[in-house]
């Protein structure tokens, strides 16, 4: 299945009610939901009684001088005074445990979408715009859930109640209202669709300048070694001056929105306030019900005004829940077939390659591999050697279905690869990168990642069969020791054996070694090739290599250029052959490789 690209400029302008994406999380909280509206309701109703009692005191308390008579309204004033701040305080409390909730479901599910995503979406994608988009994109949503919905809602009832109220009191006002409502309402709608837009562009520049700073703070050794610090703050400042201008743009349309909105609803309360005043000096309204009716339309045209500024919240809240539903729609390239082929019990570990020819997503005119076939005995160990670009690598991501082929089968133990479920083929391999991934984690941690739940015995015996055990035990914590981010604490010989520790704690039949003892010293290239060779026996194993001295013990050599297979055999029939393979092996020994100098001669 292709992948679901970004949406268009065009399809965001269409794109119907973004926030509409949260109401199936809002739905497992039907308590919280309930306990929100309803306190909310209570509040906006005992608000609306206010002014009747006012409108009763000023008519029948004051005209009657009955002491008697206020003192029992000022009462039942402190009552709805009790009554509205419980409610509004209940309110708080469940709107904002439900907004917390909901942004927790959503950031879980945003982010175990995006480890389901095929690596073709992160050949493109920007990792430190994924971690703007789970952080400050989900807080703007969780202020919207919380926070705004409530104050949007509250508005809403108080508006509709008000205005309702103020027809009953006086028709005749009130149609004037009505009048100036369309005139308010209409350029409110328009602002708040600029006001999205802006915003949403504020949002991804905001998302650019998080992910360039994620970039480089990853790779901070390499930034000071070459001394650009001030060439990375300058463009770092660039980029945070962008996302300034666009979110100025935003708070400006926002500024002028809820400008417009104060000064229109307000206007309007002055003109029936002058048109009330003439009724109650000719005898057609007492000065009780115009105050009532002058409170009515106060805390309509308050909360007008209050419901620009959440507008324009919302519609930030709009552009946040845009870009996340953006991650959420995309689909993985390699998805699992409806009616998977299970792979057979018990695993052998074959490993067949069939006229394959395949060609990146991002490179679609360039193929990596074409018509590359070959198969692999169980047990068997096979080195895959050639120039830079040959497609060794590729041989590695297609076996762990990060891609399908555009022609041809790749398959273990009969079964093709995109007739399986790739977790299934995934759980039956085990690899051990070039570039070691450790995690900010302890030590027995990183090797349990191999097999989560592993026991502390059984991490303790995969880090022994890796000669990894010593230095770990050596460690302040032992296996508790936390390794820093991407185990900066750890030297490469270290980090290899933990690669392997993990490797070995999977126990998977096949094992993919991708240059695992490139760029250790000679030591640790020992210490690490002896854990390897321990790792490899019993296990179908292919391995990438640069360094031809890593292959020698190799069952068999493919040597690869151009995505096909040039040449196969042994180290020693190959250098005999004198073609790509001698080659590469008289390279090294001229920079000096004496691994090779018995064979060459």
């Avoid at 610090?229 to 979110?247: C, I, K, N, P």
């Avoid at 759980?427 to 995690?439: G, S, Y």
């Avoid at 995969?462 to 055990?469: F, G, K, Q, V």
């Avoid at 068999?556 to 029939?573: A, Y």
């Amino acid at each position: 299945m292709a992948q679901t690209s970004p949406l268009t400029d065009e399809q965001k302008r269409r794109s119907l009610r973004p926030l509409r994406r949260l109401f199936p999380y809002l739905g497992r909280y039907r308590g919280l939901l309930a306990g929100a509206v309803f306190f909310l309701v209570l509040a906006a109703a005992t608000t609306l009684t206010l002014p009747v009692a006012v409108r009763r005191m000023i008519d029948h308390g004051f005209s009657e001088a009955d002491s008697a008579f206020i003192a029992n309204y000022f009462t039942m004033l402190i009552v709805i005074a009790a009554v509205l701040a419980f409610a509004s305080a209940c309110r708080y409390y469940f709107v904002i445990t439900l907004g917390e909730r909901v942004v927790s479901d959503l950031r879980r599910d945003v982010f175990s979408h995006v480890t389901e995503l095929s690596p073709g979406f992160f050949d493109r994608a920007q990792t430190g715009e994924i971690v703007s988009r789970l952080t400050a994109d989900t807080t703007q949503i969780k202020s919207a859930v919380g926070a705004t919905a409530s104050t949007a809602l509250r508005n809403v009832i108080m508006g509709i109640g008000a205005v309702a109220m103020m027809v009953v009191t006086s028709p005749r006002l009130s149609l004037l209202v009505v009048v100036a409502i369309p005139v308010i309402i209409f350029p409110l709608v328009a602002f708040g669709r600029s006001v999205r837009r802006k915003s949403r562009s504020a949002q991804d520049t905001l998302a650019a300048a998080t992910a360039y700073a994620s970039e480089h703070i990853g790779a901070i050794r390499t930034l000071q070694a070459f001394t650009n610090e001030a060439l990375v703050t300058d463009r770092y400042g660039g980029a945070v001056e962008r996302a300034f201008s666009a979110a100025r743009s935003a708070v400006f349309a926002r500024s002028f929105l809820t400008f417009f909105a104060i000064f229109a609803t307000f206007a309007s309360v002055v003109a029936v306030l002058w048109v009330g005043s003439r009724a109650v000096l000719d005898g057609g309204m007492t000065p009780g019900t115009l105050g009532q009716f002058l409170l009515y339309s106060v805390l309509a045209a308050g909360a007008l005004g209050a419901l620009s500024e959440v507008w324009g919240e919302l519609s930030q809240a709009a552009g946040a829940a845009e870009r996340l539903t953006e991650l959420l729609i995309e689909e993985p390239a390699i998805a699992v077939p409806a009616d998977p082929t299970p792979l057979p019990e018990p695993a052998r570990g074959a490993v067949v390659f069939r006229d394959v020819r395949f060609a990146y997503p991002s490179r679609p005119d360039r193929p990596t591999l074409e018509g590359l076939s070959f198969a692999v005995e169980p047990g068997e160990t096979v080195a895959i050697v050639g120039p830079s670009g040959a497609g060794k690598s590729t041989v590695f991501s297609l076996l762990l279905r990060y891609y399908d082929p555009q022609s041809g089968a790749v398959s273990i133990d009969g079964v093709d690869l995109a007739e399986a479920d790739p977790a299934a083929v995934r759980r039956r391999i085990a690899i051990v990168p070039q570039d070691v991934a450790v995690f900010a984690a302890s030590a027995g941690d990183n090797i349990a990642f191999g097999r989560p739940g592993a026991s502390q015995a059984e991490i303790e015996a995969a880090a022994r069969s890796a000669l990894a055990h010593d230095f770990i035990a050596a460690l302040d914590q032992g296996y508790d020791t936390p390794v820093g981010e991407r185990g900066v604490t750890l030297s490469g010989g270290q980090r290899q054996r933990v690669a392997i520790a993990r490797a070995i704690l999977r126990d998977a039949p096949v094992l993919l070694l991708d240059e695992a003892t490139s760029a250790l010293d000679s030591e640790s290239e020992t210490l690490v090739q002896t854990a390897l060779e321990r790792l490899m026996e019993g296990r179908t194993t292919l391995v990438i290599a640069h360094r031809l001295a890593t292959v020698l013990k190799a069952d068999r050599i493919l040597v690869m250029d151009g995505g096909r297979i040039v040449e196969q055999g042994t180290h020693e029939s190959l250098v005999r052959k004198g073609g790509t393979y001698a080659r590469l092996a008289r390279l090294q020994f001229e920079s000096g490789a004496g691994a090779f100098r018995g064979a060459a001669e």
